[in-house]
């Protein structure tokens, strides 16, 4: 499996912009399927965004047009920018990684985004 640690959440206002980073462990990165997933309070845990070993990817609906996507291979990092945050926005982001056909195996600790009103 691999480790993986996010950050840059934080506390914006409605309108703003964030960018998570994912930095992963290991040498087979670019062989994983990374994915962003979130969990408001009082919610299950929600596909985001995901970027396959190509570079193709797959939004979520509710954050299409608004949030991107991102890989560095070479410093086995995936990126999440977030634009034009909402407050529905609000929750805990999670980074996975997984194999292709596969499901997301190794998950992150999570980072909290607040977005206020």
């Known amino acids: 499996q691999v480790q993986l640690v996010e950050s840059g959440g934080g506390s914006v206002q409605a309108g703003g912009s964030l960018r998570l980073s994912c930095a992963a462990s290991g040498r087979t990165f670019s062989s994983y399927v990374m994915g962003w997933f979130r969990q408001a309070p009082g919610k299950e845990r929600e596909f985001v965004v995901s970027v396959s070993r190509s570079g193709s990817t797959n939004y979520a609906d509710s954050v299409k047009g608004r949030f991107t996507i991102s890989r560095d291979n070479a410093k086995n990092t995936v990126y999440l920018q977030m634009n034009s945050l909402k407050p529905e926005d609000t929750a805990v982001y999670y980074c996975?990684?997984?194999?292709?056909?596969?499901?997301?195996?190794?998950w992150g600790q999570g980072t909290q985004v607040t977005v206020s009103s």
């Open positions: 996975a990684a997984g194999l292709p056909f596969g499901s997301f195996g190794s």
